[in-house]
């Protein structure tokens, strides 16, 4: 081979070697954690890295005393994976501050990418939420937290734990009650009390809310947007709620995982073990499917 060939050869090199490095330091100042680009601009998804699978956490008994959800809900991590602190921001499209008034509850995201919003309520709770918190950063997703504002008061500090890891910190009213069954002013104050704390803890009020039970109607609907937050219910219940085993919350996902579905799940309210089993097992199944698990979006 002449001289010519191999040094052409060698700075072809150096410059695939210098490209590649110069990916590699620019993915870790944007932060890979993200299965979605970090930004609320309407960024694109990308491939994120995941660690390998293991073993559920073992899961400890909840504290004794702690506020829990009246009723069944129905229808610090590392620097490089630390997330812009959120209360009700989105990657895909950011509710306006003051959003129209809904004639019903989403149920879906929009769009026909591989995205899910994976959510949570009934928390924040000690023992459970920093468990979900783990798997979340363990697989680098992100998830939705519709929080009661009688938890939010009892463990604030939680809700620092659930911003820094990127996710949405949404509201689940204060006490958990069945709006529709509320006075306009009552229905105010459950939402308001919960908005309110929120914003004083985080800094910034939620965009996003879930009535108890799933069950909204006009004057609840109404104040929710008054209130600067848009409804969104679930597309998949996991039922695990009612603690019905691991399995059948993994194949609750299973059958209904489709293209911008929203999977309905607790961290709050009750043992949450067989939600964290079932959430540690589905996850990498789900990444291995080219699903991104995404904040809610418009």
């Known amino acids: 081979m002449s001289d010519n060939h191999t040094n052409t050869d060698q700075r072809n090199s150096r410059r695939w070697f210098l490209t590649g490095a110069l990916g590699a330091g620019a993915a870790a100042v944007a932060g890979t954690a993200l299965v ?10 990308t491939a994120a890295t995941r660690p390998a699978p293991s073993g559920p956490p073992q899961a400890a008994s909840p504290a004794a005393g702690a506020p829990r959800a009246a009723g069944r809900p129905a229808a610090h ?16 499209g950011v509710p306006a501050a003051h959003p ?10 929009p769009g026909n990418a591989r995205a899910v919003a994976l959510t949570f309520d009934d928390g924040p709770e000690p023992t459970w939420t920093p468990r979900v918190l783990a798997l979340l950063r363990k697989y680098q997703v992100q998830a939705t937290f519709f929080l009661i504002g009688e938890n939010v008061k009892a463990f604030p500090h939680l809700l620092h734990d659930i911003a820094d890891g990127g ?9 958990h009650p069945q709006l529709t069954k509320l006075s306009r002013s009552a229905v105010r104050s459950q939402l308001g009390r919960t908005s309110d704390l929120i914003g004083k803890i985080t800094g910034a009020s939620p965009r996003w809310c879930r009535a108890p039970y799933g069950d909204w109607n006009a004057p609840s609907l109404k104040i929710c947007a008054e209130l600067g937050m848009e409804p969104l219910n679930w597309s998949i219940d996991t039922m695990d709620w009612a603690e019905p085993g691991v399995r059948k ?9 489709e293209p911008g579905a929203v999977i309905l799940q607790h961290d709050g ?12 097992a ?16 418009l």
């Open 249 to 257: 919350i993994e194949k609750a996902v299973a059958d209904g995982i």
């Open 77 to 92: 991590a590392p620097q490089g994976y630390r997330l812009r602190p959120i209360a009700g921001d989105s990657s895909m």
């Open 36 to 45: 979605l680009a970090d930004s609320s601009d309407g960024g694109g998804t």
């Open 167 to 175: 996710h949405v910190i949404a509201n689940h009213s204060y006490t």
């Open 100 to 109: 129209q008034v809904r004639t019903h509850a989403a149920y879906t995201l």
């Open 269 to 280: 309210g009750g043992n949450r073990s067989q939600t964290v089993q079932a959430v540690s």
């Open 282 to 297: 589905y996850l990498p199944r789900l990444l291995d499917q080219g699903y991104a698990f995404v904040r809610p979006h």
